[in-house]
């Protein structure tokens, strides 16, 4: 709800207050952000009391002596009237003066509205605080958007500049959202990572000078994801302030926090000014894309519930929001390039065979694309491998029962392509040749809309060439040689930015063009994992690691800021293809169910009692897929030691599915308790283990223990016992109230540590997991 109380600005969500006014010189300050507050009218309290400007500070003017920018609060920012921290805002006007001047103009609330050409957020009932600032002498606006997501407990905001004046103005800097806080030393979070290693946690303390997380690499990029958080020293998982923040954005982006001369901390966020140099015609606009901000004062899970639900509502769209996603086989890591019809479709029958009901057709199928050197660009199919085309396939795919979908990379081009035979000027700085190639491909310049209009048109043709219901959109590499013919020379600091809304128009035409088909959004993995592509897509291919410990990392990196919801995950084989490491099937697949569940290796060669626990496994999941997919998700234990747990709670508190995963054993480590979370205090839940077989072998030459005849450890005789004699996990069974659940929790079986063994021991080797069930009695 939004408030205006003469010169203050209120703007309140369920949980939280916002609150900034407008100053004697016409300049907006900040004066609160946090949890829920009623001022009753009164705000005198907190507004700063300053007689005497500090020494060395400069004030605003004589008027406003006791305006000294750099140790106010603020808004926005710019650069020239005595705040030397980094600014929100950064132009330089037709004369070139460099000195920005925006006072306050106007306000007017209104029902929020989407941005012109950039993705936002919506909702019913959404209302937008609109504010406007001006620079009289250069006629130049800047419209200041807050939107206030009650139930969420978020405001996004975003900034637009409108140019009333004459001449040319070039904006260097348009950033989204500025946060002065009154503190210093807050723990900034940030998502840091590579190609396989996405959203590895990062925090730091910042007691002074400035810390950027960015991406210049033209995506949101896997290096630094835009999503980040600032807390307090002692905020933990459950307890304590922290501010979480992300940009509906996919291009370079750019979030600063400064700590200034008074001991506070400016927060940044928005496009990268890196490279960035817009031209602004009198009668232009330009608009930033919108920024998310939220407060809880419990603790990072907090920030992740606010988020996972504002995400849920009010970025992801479509007719598949809400709608249960299906289990899919994709073909990549079962074959790669090397395919034909045939051996497909025996790929297809074995995954319809456990229970999987997607068949993904991934890299490989198209122009002469045998490796990854050619025919990116080429968007009609190889009927060496496929001669029946991709309708052939797909009548054969959807006659066994399961559904067909396609990968495709339609902004690339490689030069071994007809399409860059006919058309080098597609691609990304072509007139000057020679450019710095990622996996032998380069980027089509999205910038011009020809180029726009050809992958449109490529793509429908391929989404019309059968009965396909999904797609995987990739994208594989980072931008280099940035230029294109079709910006004169001093615009070309627009193209990353008109890249970007390039990409925002192809989407919206097709996705709007196809509303049944099921995006998936994937670059590398997680190389492009924003909230700028969820408003198309309502899912991503989080990693192309799948190794189920790195995973664990991952998973639990994305949470913070990202509902499981939209986070692919898939089983994949063992030695795993990025890692080598061998994991267990229910290992693999315990980790990977918390996402969106797939299959990704060749079942063809499985064995049959692999393909019966995948079996079971589909089918479990298929039970509990509601939960897992929309429910509410917990971290309840993150690397603690290399171990995790994790909970999901149905929205009805009736069923609740845990996560326990150890990474390596710890010697004589026997009791640990599953702390469950979320839970309604005054139910009763029953509370039970999700049972498999284990094989003896695990035991090594200590079956000789309790083996009438000596078995030679991988002997013939040891591996015939093997196949023969399977063990079950330990059975945890009880009944057990919510809040015993959600305050000691429960105290797991004895884990093997070499000192007896009973069918009651809980057998948990490096990589162990498990999954429990608790469901309302
Ligand atoms: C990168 C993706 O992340 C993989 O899943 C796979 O689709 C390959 N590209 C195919 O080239």
């Known amino acids: 709800m939004i408030v205006v109380d003469k010169s203050v600005f209120i703007l309140n969500t369920k949980n939280t207050t916002y609150v900034f006014h407008r100053m004697e010189n016409g300049y907006l300050e900040h004066l609160y952000y946090g949890d829920y507050v009623d001022f009753k009218g009164h705000y005198d309290a907190i507004i700063p009391k300053v007689e005497f400007p500090n020494g060395s ?16 609060a603020q808004e926005i920012s710019t650069r020239g009237k005595g705040d030397v921290r980094e600014p929100m805002v950064d132009v330089t006007f037709a004369d070139g003066n460099k000195t920005c001047d925006f006072v306050y103009q106007s306000y007017e609330i209104v029902a929020k509205t989407n941005l012109q050409d950039l993705p936002s957020a919506y909702g019913e009932e959404i209302e937008s605080l609109v504010i406007y600032m001006k620079d009289v002498r250069y006629g130049l606006i800047l ?33 989204s959202m500025q946060l002065d806080l009154p503190k210093s030393s807050y723990t900034i979070t940030s998502f840091q990572g590579a190609w396989a290693r996405e959203m590895q946690k990062h925090t730091l303390t910042l007691d002074g000078g400035i810390f950027v997380n960015n991406s210049k690499a033209g995506i949101s990029s896997n290096r630094n994801n835009p999503f980040m958080m600032l807390s307090d020293a002692t905020t933990s998982e459950e307890y304590g302030a922290c501010y979480g923040s992300n940009l509906i954005y996919s291009g370079n982006h750019y979030e600063a926090v400064e700590v200034g001369s008074n001991k506070t901390t400016r927060f940044l966020s928005g496009m990268n000014p890196f490279g960035f140099s817009f031209t602004l015609m009198p009668g232009q606009t330009i608009e930033s894309p919108e920024a998310v901000l939220t407060f809880a004062s419990n603790g990072f899970r907090g920030v992740s519930a606010n ?20 289990i899919l086989i994709n073909s990549w890591e079962a074959s790669y390039f090397d395919f034909s019809e045939a051996s497909l479709f025996r790929l297809a029958r074995a995954a319809k065979g456990v229970g999987i009901e997607l068949f993904v057709l991934d890299d490989g199928w198209f122009g002469k694309r045998n490796d990854d050197t050619s025919s990116l660009g080429d968007w009609s199919v ?14 054969k795919i959807n006659r066994i029962g399961m559904d067909f979908g396609i ?32 996996r032998h491909q380069m980027i089509l310049d999205l910038t011009q809309l020809v180029v726009q209009d050809y992958v449109i048109e490529q793509i429908t043709g391929v989404i019309e060439s059968a009965n396909i219901t999904y797609v995987k959109w990739d994208m594989n590499r980072v931008f280099s040689d940035v230029f294109t013919a079709s910006l004169p020379p001093d615009r070309q600091g627009e193209f990353s930015h008109r890249y970007v809304l390039g990409l925002y128009r192809v989407l919206k035409v097709l996705t ?86 797939g299959y990704e290796c060749n079942l063809v060669d499985l064995s049959s009692e692999e393909l019966e626990l995948i079996t079971k496994q589909v089918a479990w999941y ?60 005054d139910r009763i839940y029953t509370f039970k283990n999700r049972r498999s077989e284990f094989n003896i072998k695990v035991f090594g030459d200590l079956i000789n223990s309790i083996s009438p ?44 540590v070499g000192t007896g063994y009973n069918d009651d021991m809980r057998m948990f080797q490096d990589f162990a997991s498990r999954l429990y069930i608790i469901e309302e009695v």
């Open 382 to 395: 190889n009927t060496k491998k496929l001669p029946n085309g991709l309708k052939g396939l797909a009548e």
């Open 307 to 326: 988020m996972h639900q504002f995400v849920r509502n009010h970025i992801v769209r479509g007719v598949h929001q809400f709608k249960e996603r299906p």
């Open 57 to 72: 500070l400069v004030v605003y003017s004589e008027e406003y002596g006791n305006i000294a920018l750099e140790t106010r």
């Open 512 to 597: 709007e063009r196809f509303p049944q088909v099921l995006f998936e959004s994937c670059s590398s993995g997680g190389n492009r994992f924003d909230l700028g592509m969820l408003c198309y897509m309502p899912q991503v291919w989080a990693s192309d690691n799948t190794d189920a410990t790195c995973r664990v990392a991952i998973q639990t990196g994305y949470s913070y800021g990202y509902p499981m919801s939209v986070v692919g995950a898939h089983v994949s084989a063992s030695p795993n293809h990025q890692t080598l490491r061998v994991t267990s099937l229910e290992t693999r697949f315990q980790v990977a169910c918390f996402g969106l569940l």
């Open 709 to 752: 005849v000596h078995l030679k450890q991988d002997s013939l005789a040891h591996n015939i016992v093997a196949k023969f004699m399977k063990k079950e996990y330990e059975k945890e069974e009880y009944i057990v109230s919510g809040s015993v659940l959600n305050n000691t929790g429960i105290q797991l079986k004895q884990a093997f």
């Open 407 to 438: 990968w495709v990379e339609p902004e690339m081009i490689n030069a071994d392509s007809d399409c860059y035979r006919n058309h080098p000027e597609y691609a990304v700085n072509a007139t000057l040749g020679e450019q710095s190639l990622g």
């Open 622 to 681: 298929k039970k509990y897929r509601a939960v897992l997919q929309f429910g509410d998700y917990y971290r309840v234990m993150s690397n603690e030691a290399g171990r995790y747990q994790w909970m999901v709670v149905s929205k009805d508190k009736k069923t609740a599915i845990g996560l326990f995963f150890q990474t390596l054993v710890e010697a004589n480590y026997s009791y640990p308790t599953f702390q469950a979370t979320g839970l309604d205090d």
């Open 143 to 175: 419209a200041l958007t807050y939107s206030v997501f009650v139930e969420s407990n978020v405001i996004t905001r975003s900034s637009k500049l409108i140019h009333e004046g004459e001449g040319n103005i070039i904006v260097d800097r348009l950033l």
